[in-house]
């Protein structure tokens, strides 16, 4: 057996199963494909039902995580072949160029300064810009830049240099190369997350290409105090305050006709909060949330819920949204209220559209590597949903995290964990099992020894 | 007179770019506890501590500032950092002048100079009191006890067991299953439930490393972390355990409370758990508790008690819209001339393939969901009449119903309360277990070394109640994988000569950690408890209390520092 961890995702469930694994004396190897680790989790700007602020629950954790004895990091990384069975698995690792030595980079951002490409951030959902060298965020673990070499004005041959200059530790190197290494692993832990919805064709109907209609994350980065906007709530075409603000749930979820049959469960509630967070922000604003069913299941999450309509004045509509689309420097809203059967018109400044959880897009190719199942939609299916939730079937490679479907963070937590007590099960069994066959091999010789006496 | 060492960081540009960095180090430079002052671009890089190591013997430092970013950053890097220059690591503080300093006052560089000064000011004060502490080393008992031999419990104790480790299971009732054993089926595996409970309830009892103990209860306990003596009513000596997992479940909510419903007054008014018990037997248990007769038409109920913060509890029960769902596809499929009908509020069907199952049960299934509140259940004839309203058509509507059943809330176990005060574990207003944080600590009370599983901490269904059990029993592996605990020196203390004894600090703590001490008559500390909340130290009327290097000296001398005495 080999007393090593592999956790493929470094978000909230791969932070957790990794750090109860490592700090029950394992190694773990978290294998994580951005440049840095914290997952969707990182870009939260407050958590329901508490409205705690998610960097600040979430950082000391990331540092745990990284400065952790006991934990490989390896971001910019993927898994790209796996071979073997539990307790020996052999496990290639592609590693992409970060083009920033990490033992050398201090964060200090004189590279940035004179990087003079300008590209979307992703981190901040497009909402702000990055440069070609740049930190996903300020609190990012590893705290170390790194080169986008799409952005780059050119590495081969090296168009620009002018970041490798201003580098005084030089620290920036423009010679890396994708590299390839190999690991032996004795269990998995699969923990690759989510992405949101953005079918096209389903997400016209919301007109989701408008400045002004975005989805659930954006909105995230546009109430967090540490995003493009400082905390402010302004639309983004004219960096007004908007007045009325639609949110509309199962953007593609609960839709088995033109999008996803499945609930994404965690909408309910983070609509829900989304919507205190605005009214904080912009008292006199008015929110309205079209709705199909409120799914507030969840400690605190049903008395959460009355709080947004009592405290804060949410107006819930229980009905679809049948039509999105800008007039005047306004967006229209036409859904209809099922429960007074009349149509609904509302002028808003702001569309904020519950996009659906899907898998991420590795899921698949993951899965297949790893020689375990995956259900219609990407999700990674569990031996028994019920008795075995987060066993996957095939020996040694356990599940976590929203990979497993939709799920909100506690559950996430409490599963991951529930995978790490999988792994140190197996460990701690194969420990005992090494145990006795060395007494056993050792039995021989002493009566080989009584034999000569 | 202390020698203290303060160490600038620059962190880049991201403290030196707003304050002035060089002034710090020269005001900072003038206090006379302060020997050597000096500044480095990052403090946390290699060269950065070896910079603070040589300046401990070069200078004779007995204490350390760093002045940089949060403590929760590297507070353990320089503590490493000191310790390993032979600086006892409690004599190293830091002053965060990044976060709460040039971050946030970015525009206003002379003012964020002056407040760097400050910060670090304080901490140099705090740091000439502090005391060279030593942590705790506490020994681990390497046994667990696991109380609730449901689901959950069975789950948490086979995973810790699977391990090599010992546990401990304690049930009140005389038989393993909890209340999965009067499950009908699970939602995912139709008419499954009993097979796949009795598999675990097999593996749980031929388990060598699992003692059960059924027909008992947990009387007391003492101790602390890694060191629980548990009494137990089946025992005569105390159970000697390291970790304790709560899974107690919860029981049902009494018919009695909903006179709305016919609640116990109406025989054919049943509750959901009773109705589990009829499906159990197929269509020859579904005789209706009256007369016996297979009822035709079925009402299902759901928020029956739940979310209702008059009459009922304030709460959701997570599981009833699933389990309502199902228990009408079986009654279909027992009775297929029957007809289903359920009031409902929303469909809270959030899960793996729940939408769809909920989508069969109304498509496939013809079973009919009414969108709307039920006003009053009464007595017919031969009938109950439900009269509710559909509030999508806006119509009142009745239904003449041979049965009716109440998706009742779960309630959390009837001895949760008296459990969760032995146990020093938090429970909420309704009486479900704490967890230590709502999002990040899920399965760990607030009380060291208390794990929680299952329905105890909240409502859940199986899945997540199992996917919960063994998250529990990680912490319980990752406690037993230490040889010792390490626990912070930073605890409460006595003064002893201040000391009347009068007890206060014994009723101000909350996690048991102060006692008097029964032959010297002065208030003790239970290290291992303490959790240094501070409770007892505002509580002392003589100021005899007092938390390790966060003494009232050190924090007023601070605040001074800050108001400018």
Same mark, same amino acid.
């Given at each position: 057996m080999n007393y090593r961890a592999l956790i493929i995702g470094a978000g909230i469930s791969g932070m957790q199963a990794a750090l109860d694994i490592a700090n029950s004396g394992y190694e773990v190897l978290l294998v994580e494909k951005e440049p840095a680790i914290g997952g969707h989790m990182a870009q939260l700007s407050e958590t329901f039902p508490t409205l705690d602020c998610s960097q600040c629950i979430l950082t000391p954790r990331m540092v745990e995580v990284g400065q952790h004895p006991n934990i490989h990091l390896l971001t910019l990384s993927e898994v790209v072949d796996v071979q073997g069975e539990m307790g020996a698995f052999r496990v290639r690792i592609l590693r992409h160029p970060r083009y920033v030595i990490e033992e050398k980079c201090t964060a200090c951002g004189d590279c940035v300064a004179t990087c003079p490409v300008v590209v979307p951030n992703e981190f901040d959902r497009g909402l702000a810009a990055r440069r070609a060298i740049y930190i996903p965020s300020p609190q990012a673990v590893p705290a170390v830049y790194c080169l986008d070499p799409e952005a780059c004005l050119g590495l081969f041959p090296l168009a620009c240099g002018k970041c490798a200059d201003a580098c005084q530790i030089q620290a920036i190197d423009y010679d890396m190369r994708p590299e390839t290494i190999e690991v032996e692993v004795g269990a998995i832990v699969v923990a690759t997350g989510y992405e949101l919805y953005q079918d096209e064709a389903v997400m016209a109907y919301a007109y989701m290409s408008h400045p002004d209609v975005m989805d659930g994350l954006e909105f995230e980065r546009l109430l967090s105090a540490s995003g493009p906007t400082g905390g402010q709530v302004i639309r983004p075409s004219d960096r007004t305050v908007p007045r009325e603000v639609v949110f509309i749930q199962c953007g593609g979820s609960r839709n088995p006709e033109h999008g996803l049959p499945y609930c994404s469960k965690i909408c309910c509630m983070y609509t829900a909060k989304h919507a205190i967070l605005y009214k904080h922000r912009v008292p006199e604003g008015q929110v309205y949330v079209f709705y199909i069913d409120i799914r507030a299941g969840g400690k605190g999450y049903e008395e959460f819920v009355a709080r947004a309509i009592e405290e804060d004045d949410t107006v819930y509509i229980r009905g679809r949204v049948s039509r999105v689309f800008p007039k005047d420097g306004k967006l229209m809203v036409w859904g209809v209220d099922t429960l007074t059967n009349s149509k609904v018109e509302i002028t808003a400044d702001l569309v904020v559209v519950a996009a659906a959880i899907v898998p991420s897009p590795d899921s698949r190719r993951i899965a297949e590597l790893l020689g375990i199942d995956v259900d219609e939609f990407g999700f990674y299916t569990a031996a028994d949903a019920e008795m075995t939730p987060v066993e996957s079937g095939k020996p040694g490679v356990f599940l976590a995290g929203v990979g497993l479907g939709p799920q909100d963070i506690p559950e996430t937590v409490a599963q991951a964990s529930g995978a790490a007590a999988k792994v140190l099960s197996a460990f701690a069994a194969a420990k005992a099992e090494e145990r006795a066959r060395r007494a056993l091999e050792l039995e021989p010789e002493i009566q080989n020894e009584a034999v000569v006496q | 007179?202390? %020698?203290?060492?303060?160490?600038?960081?620059?962190?880049?540009?991201?403290?030196?770019? /707003?304050?002035?960095?060089?002034?710090?180090?020269?005001?900072?430079?003038?206090?006379?506890?302060? !020997?050597?002052?000096?500044?480095?671009?990052?403090?946390?890089?290699?060269?950065?501590?070896?910079?603070? +190591?040589?300046?401990? &013997?070069?200078?004779?430092?007995?204490?350390?500032?760093? *002045?940089?970013?949060?403590? *929760?950053?590297?507070?353990? /890097?320089?503590?490493?950092?000191?310790? &390993?220059?032979? @600086?006892?690591?409690? +004599?190293?503080?830091? &002053?965060?002048?990044?976060? =709460?300093?040039?971050?946030?006052?970015?525009?206003?560089?002379?003012?964020? /100079?002056?407040?760097?000064?400050? #910060? #670090?000011? #304080?901490?140099?004060?705090?740091?000439?009191?502090?005391?060279?502490?030593?942590?705790?080393?506490?020994?681990?008992?390497? +046994?667990?006890?696991?109380?609730?031999?449901?689901?959950?419990?069975?789950?948490?104790?086979?995973?810790? !067991?699977?391990?090599?480790?010992?546990?401990?299971?304690?049930?009140?009732?005389?038989?393993?299953?909890?209340?999965?054993?009067? @499950?009908?089926?699970?939602? @995912?595996?139709?008419? !499954?439930?009993?097979?796949?409970?009795?598999?675990?309830?097999?593996?749980?009892?031929?388990?060598?490393?699992?003692?059960?103990?059924?027909? *008992? =209860?947990?009387?007391?306990?003492?101790?602390?972390?890694?060191?629980? *003596?548990?009494?137990?009513?089946?025992? &005569?000596?105390?159970?000697?355990?390291?970790?304790?997992?709560?899974? #107690?479940?919860?029981?049902?909510?009494?018919?009695?409370?909903?006179?709305?419903?016919?609640?116990?007054?109406?025989?054919?008014?049943?509750?959901?758990?009773?109705?589990?018990?009829?499906?159990?037997?197929?269509?020859?248990?579904?005789?209706?508790?009256?007369?016996? %007769?297979?009822?035709?038409?079925?009402?299902?109920?759901?928020?029956?008690?739940?979310?209702?913060?008059e009459r009922g509890v304030p709460y959701c029960s997570k599981v009833c819209c699933m389990v309502v769902a199902k228990q009408a596809i079986m009654f279909k499929e027992y009775v297929p001339e029957g007809q289903a009908y359920v009031f409902y509020i929303d469909i809270r069907s959030a899960g793996k393939g729940y939408d769809e199952y909920v989508q069969r049960a109304m498509e496939d299934h013809d079973i009919l969901y009414l969108r709307g509140k039920v006003s009053k259940v009464f007595r017919g004839r031969d009938q109950v009449i439900v009269w509710g309203v559909d509030t999508l058509s806006g119509q009142p509507v009745e239904v003449a119903a041979d049965l009716v059943v109440l998706a009742t809330p779960m309630l959390p176990s009837r001895q949760a309360v008296t459990l969760g005060q032995t146990l020093r574990a938090a429970v909420d207003q309704s009486g479900f277990f704490s967890e230590a944080h709502p999002k990040l600590r899920p399965v760990e009370s607030l009380t060291a070394g208390v794990f929680l599983a299952g329905v105890a901490q909240g409502p859940k269904d199986i899945p997540e109640t199992v996917s919960q059990a063994s998250g529990a029993a990680a912490k319980v592996l990752q406690m037993f994988s230490q040889e010792v605990l390490i626990q912070e020196p930073t605890v409460a203390c006595v003064i002893e000569q201040f000391c009347s004894a009068c007890g206060a600090c014994v009723e101000a703590c909350p996690y048991g950690a102060r006692a008097i001490h029964p032959l010297w008559h002065i208030a003790t500390v239970n290290a291992a408890l303490c959790q240094s909340c501070g409770a007892c130290v505002t509580a002392c009327p003589n100021k005899a209390c007092q938390i390790h290097n966060w003494t009232p000296k050190q924090i007023l001398t601070m605040a001074d520092v800050l108001v400018g005495v």
């Open positions: - | 007179m202390s %020698r203290i060492g303060v160490f600038i960081c620059h962190c880049g540009i991201n403290i030196a770019g /707003t304050v002035d960095v060089e002034r710090v180090a020269e005001e900072i430079g003038q206090h006379p506890q302060v !020997a050597y002052a000096t500044t480095y671009s990052y403090m946390c890089s290699d060269p950065g501590q070896q910079l603070v +190591r040589e300046s401990i &013997a070069e200078y004779d430092l007995d204490g350390v500032v760093v *002045a940089a970013c949060s403590p *929760a950053m590297h507070e353990a /890097t320089f503590r490493r950092a000191v310790a &390993a220059a032979g @600086l006892n690591p409690y +004599r190293c503080e830091i &002053a965060n002048i990044r976060e =709460q300093c040039s971050w946030v006052h970015e525009h206003e560089p002379g003012r964020a /100079t002056q407040k760097a000064v400050e #910060t #670090t000011r #304080t901490c140099v004060e705090k740091v000439a009191w502090d005391e060279a502490l030593e942590p705790f080393h506490l020994s681990v008992i390497k +046994r667990a006890l696991v109380i609730g031999g449901g689901i959950a419990g069975m789950q948490a104790a086979l995973d810790v !067991a699977n391990a090599g480790f010992p546990v401990v299971l304690v049930e009140r009732e005389g038989r393993l299953g909890g209340k999965m054993a009067a @499950l009908s089926g699970t939602y @995912l595996n139709f008419s !499954a439930a009993p097979g796949l409970l009795e598999r675990k309830v097999e593996q749980v009892l031929d388990h060598p490393h699992i003692e059960v103990l059924a027909g *008992a =209860q947990v009387t007391e306990v003492e101790g602390y972390v890694g060191n629980f *003596a548990v009494r137990v009513s089946a025992l &005569a000596d105390p159970l000697e355990v390291g970790a304790i997992v709560v899974a #107690t479940g919860w029981d049902p909510y009494p018919l009695s409370r909903l006179p709305e419903y016919g609640g116990s007054e109406l025989a054919d008014v049943v509750d959901g758990l009773t109705f589990e018990g009829m499906l159990q037997e197929g269509r020859a248990g579904l005789g209706r508790p009256s007369d016996g %007769r297979t009822p035709r038409e079925v009402v299902f109920i759901q928020c029956a008690g739940s979310r209702d913060p």
